[in-house]
């Protein structure tokens, strides 16, 4: 059964940038939708980002980070990259990476069962 760890959270300043990774053991990675989901303190978890099996273009964002974030692949090392530029404070959460049966984000967030540690992000001055 594959499975994912996240990594490359931290704390950032407004404006900055962090690259978080999701190594994937136990399959190869080009043959999985790779979905990012986030909970923000106090807030329900939302779906961030999904990138589609053996097709790196096909990708999905929630409208909040559309062209500030990035889904990518590498198959080589076998990770999922979500490259953040431009934090924001609201973008304060942890982070999950988890596979999907589907790259419809709010279809993908309800049928997560388990949800482990992930990686925290903060943004704050």
């Known amino acids: 059964q594959v499975q994912l760890a996240e990594s490359g959270g931290g704390l950032v300043q407004p404006g900055g940038s962090l690259r978080l990774s999701c190594a994937v053991s136990?399959?190869?990675?080009?043959?999985?939708?790779i979905a990012w989901f986030r909970q923000a303190p106090g807030k329900e978890r939302e779906g961030v980002s999904c990138i589609r099996a053996l097709d790196e273009q096909s990708t999905s964002y929630v409208d909040s980070v559309k062209g500030r974030f990035t889904i990518s692949r590498d198959n080589v090392k076998n990770t999922i990259y979500l490259q953040m530029n431009s934090l924001r404070p609201e973008d304060t959460a942890v982070y999950y990476c988890?596979?999907?049966?589907?790259?419809?984000?709010?279809?993908?967030?309800?049928?997560?069962?388990?949800w482990g540690q992930g990686t925290q992000v903060t943004v704050s001055s």
């Open positions: 988890k596979p999907t049966f589907t790259c419809n984000l709010d279809e993908a967030l309800t049928a997560v069962r388990f």
């Open positions: 136990g399959g190869a990675v080009i043959y999985y939708n």
